[in-house]
């Protein structure tokens, strides 16, 4: 009888201790795969974040070619075509204020003021070509911190987080 005993004692430890290696064995897989779900979505929202960074320079950069255009003498642009440039440029800064950390976002808005500024100056009749250079090398000088400021960002991240980010974007921190 005690025989039996102990064998239903140690089949039911047996069973008991299969329940406990299983339910670790499906925590550790759960808690593995939450890491690679969150180093998927922290990659995901470093290429949105990049992203925004090229739409914001790229805006940027198409209006201050038309403020110069504008500035040597060349006819301006329809007021439509314009209006849309500073609404992806707004747009653009928009997105970055909200993906990245404060001191990208608050050169973003630098440059962002900086553009407008040079397009509001261009569109100024009474300005001279010396507060045209001024303005130029603003908006120019704004862009180039900007620029820096991130490729930095990017560099650091790359540095702690080598083999979380994409093979494309592994590829150009460095150029």
């Known amino acids: 009888m005690t025989e039996a005993l102990f064998t239903l004692l140690g089949a039911a430890l047996g069973v008991i201790a299969g329940l406990i290696k299983s339910w670790d064995d499906g925590r550790r897989a759960a808690g593995a795969f939450a890491r690679e779900h969150g180093a998927r979505l922290e990659a995901e929202r470093a290429a ?4 925004a960074y090229v739409r914001l320079m790229t ?6 070619f038309v403020a110069r255009r504008v500035f040597n003498g060349k006819p301006a642009p329809g007021d439509e075509m314009v209006d849309d440039l500073k609404t992806r440029l ?3 800064y928009y997105e970055v204020a909200i993906l990245a950390p404060q ?3 608050a050169l973003a808005q630098a440059l962002r003021r900086a553009v407008f500024d040079y397009w509001n100056g261009a569109r100024d009749e009474s300005a ?18 900007f620029e820096e400021h991130v490729r930095r960002e990017i560099e650091a991240a790359m540095a702690i987080t080598p083999s979380r ?8 921190a460095g150029s």
Do not use: I, K
């Not at 949105?48 to 992203?51: E, G, H, I, V």
């Not at 001279?128 to 911190?145: C, E, K, Q, T, V």
């Not at 980010?165 to 150009?172: D, E, G, L």
């Open 48 to 51: 949105d974040q990049r992203a």
């Open 103 to 105: 001191p990208t976002a």
């Open 59 to 64: 805006h940027a950069r198409e209006l201050r």
């Open 128 to 145: 001279n070509a010396a507060r045209g250079s001024r303005l130029r090398s603003a908006a120019r000088g704004a862009h180039n911190a």
């Open 90 to 92: 707004t747009n653009a």
């Open 165 to 172: 980010a994409p093979a494309a974007v592994r590829a150009t």
